[in-house]
């Protein structure tokens, strides 16, 4: 570990110097289930204002101790239920008291931790953040992250086919984009190519989270476009194991591609000690299209992951091991190496299988200025062949070394806030035919801070990040960049259940190992590439702007954004081609991103609602007012949800504009709607939880395609299918 981060490491502990206790005042409660009024064991209680959150005991009841006097938002959560929200003034010394019903209803409060590092609602959060749990990531169950995340407002899914698809946030795509599992940055190379993919099974997951707009505060300079972050549950600081038994089993069978897949995880609780695991698989064959079957799109994805950890009052520790295994073809791929067509005989695959190892280890509960202090370190090996007929082309070794070390201050009147180390070593190799850049080491360190003033109706929010990046590559020139990342935030309550949100951000961006070294034929990107040592960081400066309202007949969330980036880097074609590709070299000249999403949920009855949304980005570059590749054209979405008791069904109608205004080296496409229908049936027991869905999906069997598709010319989107979930919740 470098001098800096041990220096630094050494004045956050110097703030957990023997402080004053304070006894404080407690909250106490209990939540029953509104259909049996029984009581509901295991349900999640968070206390939004401090992001603390604890468990229900097998009597239905919870307990936050220590507190300090003032009013709390309190939010209970159980997956597959609708959660419940209360306000409650806590006065010095004293106890108070607040109890939950929860059931079934079509709108629930979305929980996070990717925006700030600690647990808060989405509504809450100064960034816009979608959250979608594990029962909705079963019944919407995909292979890959960008099929999963493609009907979220503000994300579209880039693809080299299904097993490929990775997502594209507001225009963003590549190492603009940061994949993290549980705020640890994945260790795969699906940012370098448009033919990689990440080897996350989304089946296996607690939820996904999407935090739209620059993240390099919290996560680094790849986040200057969004953060998607893949939480398993297993990595978080709990205030309290839960104790005994609970776990989830899910089952998976669909047309149109074969459909087939299961997961299975489980938690054993017993005093300080929790012991968990978690298995996941699905596969699919070709895909089925209006014009046809598309060759070589099967896909297959394996994941398993285990751990232990120790939760005391003042300390905490836990050791986690995950393995994942993929292997996915890539349409079309050997036609671009030889003349022909995708056949059995010519087909060209990729097997991707990563290691993760990780152990948290911290301190808590302190009385001094730094009331708590979590240090996570993780070690992940990454490799993946692109076959060739089952025969090795090039092969792709990635290993990289990450620590993150987080304390958060104990809250002083209306401030609050944290201060953070983060570092990373990174080994790069590749050898065989695409071994585009030489190997490669890179080392990143970064200091960080976020601070936060909370009053009755508005809320501040201010940080910085100093980060900076090392490239050290065998037989190339060396590159270092520093570089600074800002933000300021205001959040204010314009009424009671709204909220008006504004962002300023200033970001940096290092150059990517590949913008710098490539330099040869990359069928992935179906470009001859050549990439450029002398490339400059990216800049961006930008503003979101933010409406809210979360009532109980009317939910919706409109976002702006404009971002002005300097020296945004680009492939622009030479004219000339070299071995069946368009060479293309990597360039820098000034970007202009600005957009909307808009989505509303209105209740037309308690039992029907209307479920509506929009998005649309102008990605261009501002000199010639050039478009950008692969920008996703204007989408919207009008659906109803009808809900009684456990039964609920779901149309809607999906629409997107056409998009003609295309980069030189792209085609357009065309306009098209596409119908789908969901239903499920949930039967909510005190310590079980049935959900029996079913999804069908573009009915009318309507041919169209991805604008963010290397392959659109080739390979339209799946045709008409189903697909059915069952999934049992135990707890």
């Excluded at 986040?223 to 089993?249: C, W, Y």
Aim: charged letters at 20%; a neutral charge.
């Amino acid at each position: 570990m470098p001098l800096i981060p041990v220096f630094f490491l050494c004045i956050v502990l110097a703030g957990f110097s023997p402080a004053a206790a304070q006894s404080g005042a407690t909250l106490r409660g209990a939540v029953t289930l509104a259909s049996q009024m029984t009581p509901v064991h295991g349900a999640s209680v968070l206390l939004v204002e401090l992001g603390r959150s604890v468990l229900t005991d097998s009597t239905g009841s919870f307990e936050f101790s220590g507190l300090e006097p003032g009013t709390y938002t309190v939010v209970v959560h159980l997956h597959g239920l609708s959660d419940k929200q209360q306000t409650v003034l806590v006065r010095a010394g004293e106890s108070a008291s607040l109890n939950f019903q929860i059931g079934l209803s079509p709108v629930r409060e979305e929980i996070t931790v990717t925006a700030s590092g600690k647990e808060e609602t989405a509504f809450s959060s100064f960034q816009s953040v979608a959250s979608i749990e594990s029962i909705e990531l079963a019944a919407t169950a995909k292979t890959s992250l960008g099929e999963v995340l493609e009907s979220q407002p503000g994300v579209a899914k880039r693809s080299f086919g299904p097993g490929s698809s990775r997502p594209v946030i507001r225009g963003f795509d590549g190492d603009r984009v940061l994949i993290l599992q549980d705020g640890i940055r994945t260790g795969t190379l699906s940012s370098q190519s448009g033919d990689h993919g990440e080897t996350i099974d989304p089946l296996g997951l607690e939820r996904l989270e999407v935090l739209k707009g620059p993240a390099t505060l919290l996560y680094g300079s790849s986040a200057i476009g969004g953060v998607v972050n893949a939480v398993t549950g297993h990595h978080q600081i709990l205030d309290h194991p839960h104790t005994g038994l609970r776990g989830f089993a899910t089952g998976i069978g669909g047309a149109a591609n074969g459909h087939q897949g299961g997961a299975a995880g489980f938690e054993f609780g017993e005093k300080n000690w929790l012991l968990w695991g978690t298995f996941s698989g699905q596969r699919t064959g070709d895909y089925r299209t209006p014009t046809g079957t598309i060759a070589n799109s099967h896909t297959r994805v394996v994941n398993g992951s285990g751990g232990v950890g120790w939760y005391g009052s003042k300390a905490f520790a836990s050791f986690g091991y995950g393995y994942d295994d993929s292997r996915y073809g890539v349409p079309f791929a050997a036609s671009f190496e030889e003349a022909g067509e995708e056949t059995e005989e010519a087909r060209v695959e990729l097997s991707a299988q990563r290691h993760n190892a990780r152990l948290n280890a911290g301190l808590r509960n302190r009385a001094s200025f730094f009331q708590q202090f979590s240090l996570s370190l993780t070690h992940t090996q990454y490799e993946h062949l692109e076959l060739e007929n089952d025969v090795a082309g090039t092969q792709f070794n990635n290993r990289q070394f990450v620590y993150r070390g987080v304390a958060d201050q104990k809250r002083s009147g209306p401030l609050t806030g944290s201060l953070g180390f983060w570092g990373l070593h990174r080994s790069y190799r590749a050898s065989g035919t695409e071994a585009l850049a030489p190997p490669v080491q890179q080392d990143a360190f970064a200091v960080f801070g976020l601070e936060e003033l909370t009053f009755e109706r508005v809320r501040f929010q201010f940080g910085g990040r100093l980060e900076t990046n090392r490239y050290r590559p065998i037989g190339s020139l060396d590159r270092n960049f520093t570089g600074f990342s800002g933000a300021a935030g205001v959040f204010l309550r314009l009424w009671p259940e709204g909220a008006l949100v504004g962002n300023v951000t200033h970001s940096y961006r290092a150059p990517a190992l590949d913008e710098l070294y490539s330099n040869g034929p990359h069928i992935g990107n179906l470009t001859f590439e050549v990439g450029n040592t002398f490339l400059r960081r990216e800049r961006s400066d930008g503003a979101d702007l933010s409406l809210r309202h979360s009532g109980h007949r009317l939910r919706g969330e409109a976002n702006f954004y404009f971002y002005a980036i300097r020296d945004f880097v680009f492939l622009a074609p030479t004219g000339r081609v070299q071995e069946r590709l368009i060479e293309a070299d990597y360039l820098q000249a000034d970007a202009r991103f600005t957009g909307a999403e808009i989505e509303m949920a209105l209740a037309l009855h308690p039992g029907l609602w209307l479920n509506l949304g929009l998005d649309l980005v102008e990605a261009e570059l501002r000199a010639g007012q050039i478009p950008l590749p692969r920008i996703p054209p204007r989408r919207g979405r009008v659906g109803l949800e009808a809900r009684h008791k456990g039964f609920s069904v779901k149309p809607e109608v999906v629409m997107a504009a056409a998009q003609n205004e295309v980069f030189a080296t792209e085609t357009g496409t065309a306009g098209y709607s596409v119908v789908n229908v969901s239903a499920s049936y949930t039967v909510a027991q005190r310590h079980l939880l049935h959900v029996l869905s079913a999804s069908l999906f573009n009915l009318g069997d309507r041919l169209y395609r991805n604008h963010l598709s290397f392959i659109k010319d080739l390979a339209p989107e799946i045709g008409r299918g189903v697909r059915f979930t069952y999934t049992i919740r135990f707890f």
